[in-house]
T-cell receptor, first 121, second 110 residues
Framework: GAVVSQHPSWVICKSGTSVKIECRSLDFQATTMFWYRQFPKQSLMLMATSNEGSKATYEQGVEKDKFLINHASLTLSTLTVTSAHPEDSSFYIC?????????????????FGAGSRLTVL | DAKTTQPTSMDCAEGRAANLPCNHSTISGNEYVYWYRQIHSQGPQYIIHGLKNNETNEMASLIITEDRKSSTLILPHATLRDTAVYYCIVRASTGNQFYFGTGTSLTVIP
């Protein structure tokens, strides 16, 4: 089945440093990937839509200069948290969109990575 | 995309069927109903999706009412490993993003 690999699974960094998180679709091509963040006991919040070969689309309130997204190939998207601060500590989850048939029709479904837990000291 | 309403939490006895409801009274004709679940500290997992007809796969069944204003996810024989937050999402087939609501926290009790 479809698998999305996310790396690293957890990272601890000092305030002011930048952290890169990778998201790879292992057995399918994904022209579109999504990045979410999740704070404890809260739901997933969509941060941005990553499109292969073009600029990412950010949700309202998400700083594009703070969260740099690159989607250079059909199987890889990266999220870089620049100049991280303790308030950026969160669970970051990527997902890749794929077509899935079922019941005689097809629709887009998302396959998620396992998530990356970022702790900024 | 149509908004969904789910109960905040539910309990289910192990081995029994878990029935998770979702209201989506403003759903449009081209919008699908998707279900995902998230086990603690993991990425969400796709369960099932449907448009009009009831659907079944190896994980669950999805029952959509005739007017499509609500649906129920059924886990036929709940196990302890089914304890998770279950999210119901309504999204157009031509839509791009998936937005998550607060979901239902299901606890399967031994």
């Amino acid at each position: 089945g479809a698998v999305v690999s996310q790396h690293p699974s957890w990272v601890i960094c000092k305030s002011g440093t930048s952290v890169k998180i990778e998201c790879r679709s292992l057995d399918f091509q994904a022209t579109t990937m999504f990045w979410y963040r999740q704070f404890p006991k809260q739901s997933l919040m969509l941060m941005a839509t990553s499109n292969e070969g073009s600029k990412a689309t950010y949700e309202q309130g998400v700083e594009k200069d703070k969260f740099l997204i690159n989607h250079a190939s059909l199987t890889l998207s990266t999220l870089t948290v620049t100049s991280a601060h303790p308030e950026d500590s969160s669970f970051y989850i990527c997902s890749a969109r794929r077509l899935a048939g079922g019941g005689g029709f097809g629709a887009n479904v998302l396959t998620f990575g396992a998530g990356s837990r970022l702790t900024v000291l | 995309d149509a908004k969904t309403t789910q109960p905040t939490s539910m309990d289910c006895a192990e081995g029994r069927a878990a029935n998770l409801p979702c209201n989506h009274s403003t759903i449009s004709g081209n919008e699908y109903v998707y279900w995902y679940r998230q086990i603690h500290s993991q990425g969400p997992q796709y369960i099932i999706h449907g448009l009009k007809n009831n659907e079944t796969n190896e994980m669950a069944s999805l029952i959509i009412t005739e007017d499509r204003k609500s649906s129920t996810l059924i886990l036929p024989h709940a196990t302890l490993r089914d304890t998770a937050v279950y999210y119901c999402i309504v999204r157009a087939s031509t839509g791009n993003q998936f937005y998550f609501g607060t979901g239902t926290s299901l606890t399967v009790i031994p």
